[in-house]
């Protein structure tokens, strides 16, 4: 079964959304198979994050939306990516957060669509970045920080592969069986 990788990042656990974004995952019939809280160092995070800081792509869209801001127009569009991609590890260094394994089929789109688009204002709002924050672009550009979006989710099967691989060690993965997987999957 393809795996997923989700965190629940610092905003989701200051704001007690665990239970509720776990149940979510749950109900639409996809299986824990890791799970562990914990206070990453800034090392781990920047290793979460490494294939976006090597992202020129994301790096210059993300730093569009902040050219021409007072005072940093100086700076090129990939230098103010590369500084939001910092804002982006602090973000979630340092504070309390959950990391777990996702299973199911076709899980990495299927989560991806539960959890919603980047910019929760815009995100659908029946999904969880939809339904439980309002942050916008505008707001976190203004405020000099990253979007606070609540939740991670790997964006694709490699991807996946990589992010397990940063926060779980292979014997940390459960073998089991859901109640349900007989009546959902054969
Ligand atoms: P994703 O989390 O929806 O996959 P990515 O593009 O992978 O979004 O970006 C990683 C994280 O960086 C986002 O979840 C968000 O917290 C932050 N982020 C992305 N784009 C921006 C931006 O334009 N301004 C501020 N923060 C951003
Ligand atoms: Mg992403």
Do not use: H, Q
């Given at each position: 079964m393809e795996k997923s990788l989700v965190l629940i990042k610092p905003d989701g656990v200051y704001r007690a959304l665990t239970g509720r974004i776990i149940s979510r995952f749950e109900d639409a019939?996809?299986?824990?198979t890791a799970m562990k809280m914990l206070i990453p160092e800034r090392k781990l995070v920047e290793k979460h994050y490494d294939s976006l800081r090597r992202n020129d792509e994301w790096l210059n869209s993300v730093g569009s939306k902040l050219k021409?801001?007072?005072?940093?127009?100086?700076?090129?569009e990939r230098e103010l990516g590369l500084t939001v991609w910092n804002q982006l590890v602090d973000y979630l260094s340092g504070k309390p957060i959950i990391a777990m394994v996702i299973e199911g089929n076709e899980v990495v789109s299927s989560i991806r669509k539960i959890v919603g688009s980047t910019e929760p204002k815009s995100a659908?709002?029946?999904s969880l970045r939809g339904s439980l924050s309002n942050d916008s672009y505008g707001l976190a550009n203004a405020n000099n920080?990253?979007?606070?979006?609540i939740i991670h989710a790997s964006s694709s099967v490699s991807d996946a592969e990589e992010e397990i691989n940063v926060w779980f060690k292979k014997e940390e993965i459960l073998d089991y069986e859901r109640a349900d997987e007989r009546i959902q999957y054969y």
């Open positions: 019939g996809f299986k824990i021409g801001k007072d005072g940093i127009s100086n700076k090129t659908e709002p029946s920080r990253p979007i606070r979006n």
